[in-house]
Each structure stands twice: as C-alpha cells, then as structure tokens.
C-alpha cells in the first residue's frame, strides 16, 4: 500500500487460558471438550476492547467472522458499558452484517459515518465500497483469511491523517495460534494470489449465460470464456451472429457462492421479517434450536421449513450458544494427480460429498465451555468438488499403534484444515476433511481435504502444488502448542461431527513427520 497515510501500531493478542478455579474456591474448572483447556473467548475480548475504546471516545470498528459474531461483540460490548455505569454509551453500539434489510444497513452507515454510532462490529461486508473515514481504531476479531483482508480492514483507520491502532484478537486455533508466534508470517510475508479455477463449469456456466445476456457471444469470444462451440450449444440459442440467452427471465448468479434460494427468518407471532440466511448456511445457523441473533436481540429458532424456505424464531436470552456439529462421507470419483514415494500416495482429483448435520451443542456464553449436546434430524447434502489427500501403505504405517492410528490421521487432518488458509486463498470453513484408518476407495489410512464448492474453488489445488510447505506448517504449529493432548489451538475443530473423537496429538506429529519425510525424498 503506498498511499499517504499516518503511522499505525499494530498488536498481536492472544486471549488468555482461563484461570482453573479450585473447589476450595467453590467454583468449578472451566473445560472444553475432551478436557482441553479453555481460553477467553476472541469474540469477548473483541467485545471488551470495543467498549473500552468507546468509554475512551475512540471511533473504532470491528471486524468479525461471522453475522452470529458481530451480533455477539455488539451486544456483549453493551453489557459491558452498562456493568462500567456509561449506560449512555450503549446506543452508540451497533451490529452490522448482511441479511439486514436494506433500510437498515443505510441508516447504519450514516450514523456511523456522522459520528452517532462511536463502535460498529460488523461483518466484512463493510471491508470494502463503503466509504467510512475518520476512523481511530480497527479490531480483528480472529485472523480474516486472507493477507489481503487483514490490510484491507486495518487500513479503514487513520485515514484521516492521525495515528490509529488495530488489534489482531487471535481466535483459539491452529491458524490464528500459528500467527500471533510467528508475527514474519503477518508482516514480512507477501500478499497472497488468489486462487481460482476458472474452468469450473458451476461458475463458468452462469457467468457465460449472463454475458450472454448483454451482448452474444461469438466465436472471437470462446477462447475468452476457455469453452467450446458445444459447451455454448447446450446453454444458449445459436444463431449465425453467435450465442444469445433466449429465456423470458434474466440469469441468477450468486454473488455469495452457491445453495439456492435464501432462507427467511421470520419472529413467530408477529410475523416480523428479521433477515435472510443463505440456504448453504441454513442448516448450521438455523436449524431447530438454534441461537439466531438480530441487532443485539437473541432469538431461538422453533422451526426451519427448508421446502418452504423459512425459518421461524422467537425472542430468548439464552446465556449459551449453539454450534451444529455434521458427519460427512466421501467417493473418489477420478484421481487427476497422483505421486507415491516411500510408501505414501499423495493425489489430487474429483471427489462426492455427502454431509449431514446431525446435532449441535449448546456452550456457555462466557466461557465457550460445553453444556450439552442436541440431536438434530435434517437432509443430507450432496456434493462434488476437487479434494486432495494422502495414503499412507502397511509400511509406514505400521509405525504407529494400530489402536492410536484413526486419532492420528483425525488429529492431522483437523491441523491441517485450519493451517491450509496460510497457503490458500480461503477460510477454514470454505473447506471440509475426512479421515479413515482405512478408506473404501484407497484401502489404506488416508486424509482428505476437499473444497467446499460444486466442481472446487482451487484450495485443493493449490493445497497439492504446495503441500510440504502446507503441512510443515501444520506439524511446526501441533509441535509448538504446550497442550498435552489437544485442544482448539492445535487440533480440535470447532465443527467436528465426531466430538473431536478420537484424537491423537503424538500420533498426528508421527503421521506428518512420515508425510513429510516422503515428499522430502521426491
């Protein structure tokens, strides 16, 4: 970035492990699931530094993962005013993220952008085309996927010619712990290509129709679009100037990736429309059960009609949240790229997903502590995409115990997952995995990571291209966490169908180590 600009201090935070509380206390010993430590949650302190720039009368806007998220910060950054008796601030405390109505996200902005709101926590839909100057301060509630987004969001402060401050809240896992210990890999590492497969026909499908839509396309056009006179047959209307869209109604495309029409939530009762949830997300964010939150308001949802595309909620103030937990099945259709050396198969190529969520767990608001666990009966979903993985023969497998192996490959694919964003252009939620101590399809131990899109996105991909980088990293972050047998900075995942059961943190470091080892010798 060479625009003019004041300097900026920028701080790395690492929330702190909870204090264990003895019974002698009469308090009882925070835990996360399978007995793993439990650190202050990123959401909480982000929550915490925002009122406390607010009660200092710093302008400060705060970035955060998810819709849930922004909710959470902003309602949580009232609270804590009202507890510090400045219960005149909290109006000046707002949430903002997409599936608002339109006439909201607009008064929003204004009153930011004039100075009546004082904090925002928003999503990343106001990283960019929103022009809000005058900033003080940026907080980043978790690492935002990407260099390009980290610079983008801090670079909303100090426009204005004054000195500003963003904070990097490190969320607890693999990626974010890797980070905050090795700030190089933040500030002396390049920003990043964006990865891309534009020959994926469920993205190039749509994109051809809609250009076609505005001008026919002809035959000086198909070396652009990379497709065939017979791909164009079986999308438009060929006539002797070249392809044109026919069809009454104009092509849809998804500005936010794919899953059809978006879910409607609805207050029950009332009738109330509160937003709109995109149907890829509906059965994570509001399914049956599930804490929906609106402007600081929590809701939990009675019903989700998928065939009808509403969900219906009413107003709760629960003090825990709801995370949905999936199980997922996986079929190698065709292996594109494959290399073996010295007993490990390392490909590349197509693969089917089948995924269900089939429960969620309810954890305390204040600590991420786990309170119980919900069954939930929804549809499976069904899936093709790009994957890679690697097999691992009877020889270097036969390193490690048998009994410890599918908590190995488990633990390995979890830290792998969530280190794939330090080499890839996506978020660990923009890609799934599976694990098996003996697959159908390779018969033998394998680890998959696959893309979470229809025909791939390119993570996979470059995932292959670079995997002893890719997986260096994910064994140097397992080897750096002081835990002793796993926890969210190392192994767990947070959307784990399997309860984070079983994991092996020693048996994940001896899996990579063989893995790395192989492709140090090809």
Same mark, same amino acid.
């Given at each position: 970035?060479?625009?003019?600009?004041?300097?900026?201090?920028?701080?790395?935070?690492?929330?702190?492990?909870?204090?264990?509380?003895?019974?002698?206390?009469?308090?009882?010993?925070?835990?996360?699931?399978?007995?793993?430590?439990?650190?202050?949650?990123?959401?909480?302190?982000?929550?915490?530094?925002?009122?406390?720039?607010?009660?200092?009368?710093?302008?400060?806007?705060?970035?955060?993962?998810?819709?849930?998220?922004?909710?959470?910060?902003?309602?949580?950054?009232?609270?804590?005013?009202?507890?510090?008796?400045?219960?005149?601030?909290?109006?000046?405390?707002?949430?903002?993220?997409?599936?608002?109505?339109?006439?909201?996200?607009?008064?929003?902005?204004?009153?930011?952008?004039?100075?009546?709101?004082?904090?925002?926590?928003?999503?990343?839909?106001?990283?960019?085309?929103?022009?809000?100057?005058?900033?003080?301060?940026?907080?980043?509630?978790?690492?935002?996927?990407?260099?390009?987004?980290?610079?983008?969001?801090?670079?909303?402060?100090?426009?204005?010619?004054?000195?500003?401050?963003?904070?990097?809240?490190?969320?607890?896992?693999?990626?974010?712990?890797?980070?905050?210990?090795?700030?190089?890999?933040?500030?002396?590492?390049?920003?990043?290509?964006?990865?891309?497969?534009?020959?994926?026909?469920?993205?190039?499908?749509?994109?051809?129709?809609?250009?076609?839509?505005?001008?026919?396309?002809?035959?000086?056009?198909?070396?652009?679009?990379?497709?065939?006179?017979?791909?164009?047959?079986?999308?438009?209307?060929?006539?002797?100037?070249?392809?044109?869209?026919?069809?009454?109604?104009?092509?849809?495309?998804?500005?936010?990736?794919?899953?059809?029409?978006?879910?409607?939530?609805?207050?029950?009762?009332?009738?109330?429309?509160?937003?709109?949830?995109?149907?890829?997300?509906?059965?994570?964010?509001?399914?049956?059960?599930?804490?929906?939150?609106?402007?600081?308001?929590?809701?939990?949802?009675?019903?989700?009609?998928?065939?009808?595309?509403?969900?219906?909620?009413?107003?709760?103030?629960?003090?825990?949240?709801?995370?949905?937990?999936?199980?997922?099945?996986?079929?190698?259709?065709?292996?594109?790229?494959?290399?073996?050396?010295?007993?490990?198969?390392?490909?590349?190529?197509?693969?089917?997903?089948?995924?269900?969520?089939?429960?969620?767990?309810?954890?305390?608001?204040?600590?991420?502590?786990?309170?119980?666990?919900?069954?939930?009966?929804?549809?499976?979903?069904?899936?093709?995409?790009?994957?890679?993985?690697?097999?691992?023969?009877?020889? &270097?497998?036969?390193?490690?115990?048998?009994?410890?192996?599918? !908590?190995? +490959?488990?633990? @390995?694919? *979890?830290?792998?997952? #969530? %280190?794939? &964003?330090?080499?890839?252009?996506?978020?660990?939620?923009?890609? !799934?995995? +599976?694990?098996? @101590?003996? *697959?159908?399809?390779? #018969? %033998?131990?394998?680890?998959?990571?696959?893309?979470?899109?229809?025909?791939?996105?390119?993570?996979?991909?470059?995932? *292959?291209?670079?995997?002893?980088?890719?997986?260096?990293?994910?064994?140097?972050?397992?080897?750096?966490?002081?835990?002793?047998?796993?926890?969210?900075?190392?192994?767990?995942?947070?959307?784990?169908?399997?309860?984070?059961?079983?994991?092996?943190?020693?048996?994940?470091?001896?899996?990579?180590?063989?893995?790395?080892?192989?492709?140090?010798?090809?």
């Amino acid at each position: 970035d060479s625009s003019p600009r004041a300097g900026m201090s920028f701080a790395l935070w690492e929330p702190p492990l909870l204090p264990v509380t003895t019974e002698k206390g009469g308090g009882s010993t925070p835990v996360g699931e399978r007995g793993a430590p439990v650190r202050k949650t990123a959401l909480r302190e982000t929550a915490g530094l925002l009122a406390d720039l607010i009660a200092g009368g710093v302008r400060t806007l705060a970035f955060v993962r998810s819709r849930r998220g922004a909710e959470l910060v902003a309602s949580m950054a009232k609270r804590g005013l009202q507890e510090a008796d400045l219960d005149f601030l909290t109006g000046q405390v707002a949430a903002y993220r997409g599936g608002y109505l339109r006439e909201e996200r607009r008064a929003l902005e204004e009153a930011f952008r004039t100075g009546e709101l004082l904090g925002l926590a928003a999503t990343n839909a106001l990283e960019l085309g929103i022009d809000i100057s005058g900033l003080d301060a940026v907080l980043l509630s978790g690492y935002p996927g990407t260099l390009a987004s980290l610079w983008q969001q801090a670079g909303r402060a100090g426009r204005s010619g004054r000195e500003a401050l963003c904070v990097m809240i490190a969320r607890d896992d693999p990626l974010d712990t890797y980070l905050v210990h090795h700030p190089d890999a933040l500030f002396r590492r390049p920003v990043e290509a964006t990865v891309l497969d534009p020959a994926n026909p469920y993205v190039l499908a749509p994109h051809l129709c809609s250009a076609a839509a505005e001008l026919p396309v002809t035959s000086a056009d198909l070396p652009l679009f990379g497709v065939t006179e017979e791909f164009c047959d079986s999308l438009l209307r060929r006539r002797p100037t070249g392809w044109y869209w026919t069809d009454r109604y104009r092509p849809k495309v998804d500005l936010r990736g794919t899953g059809g029409e978006p879910v409607t939530v609805v207050e029950n009762g009332t009738g109330r429309l509160l937003g709109t949830v995109d149907a890829s997300s509906a059965h994570t964010q509001v399914h049956e059960g599930a804490v929906y939150l609106h402007q600081g308001t929590s809701y939990v949802v009675d019903e989700l009609d998928l065939d009808g595309g509403v969900a219906l909620v009413h107003p709760e103030e629960p003090d825990w949240t709801t995370h949905a937990r999936d199980v997922t099945e996986l079929r190698i259709v065709r292996v594109q790229r494959e290399v073996e050396v010295d007993g490990v198969r390392l490909c590349l190529g197509e693969v089917d997903v089948t995924n269900q969520v089939v429960a969620y767990q309810r954890r305390k608001l204040s600590t991420g502590e786990v309170i119980d666990e919900r069954p939930l009966d929804l549809p499976e979903r069904q899936l093709s995409t790009i994957a890679v993985w690697y097999a691992l023969s009877s020889e &270097p497998a036969a390193g490690l115990d048998p009994a410890e192996l599918p !908590g190995a +490959l488990h633990a @390995a694919e *979890h830290a792998a997952i #969530g %280190l794939l &964003p330090l080499v890839a252009t996506c978020d660990r939620w923009d890609i !799934g995995g +599976l694990s098996t @101590a003996r *697959h159908p399809d390779t #018969g %033998l131990p394998t680890v998959f990571v696959y893309d979470g899109y229809p025909g791939g996105a390119g993570f996979a991909e470059r995932a *292959h291209a670079v995997a002893a980088q890719w997986l260096t990293a994910t064994r140097d972050a397992i080897a750096a966490c002081e835990c002793p047998t796993g926890c969210p900075s190392c192994v767990q995942s947070p959307k784990c169908g399997n309860g984070n059961d079983p994991l092996s943190k020693a048996g994940a470091l001896r899996v990579l180590d063989t893995v790395l080892s192989a492709l140090d010798g090809s």
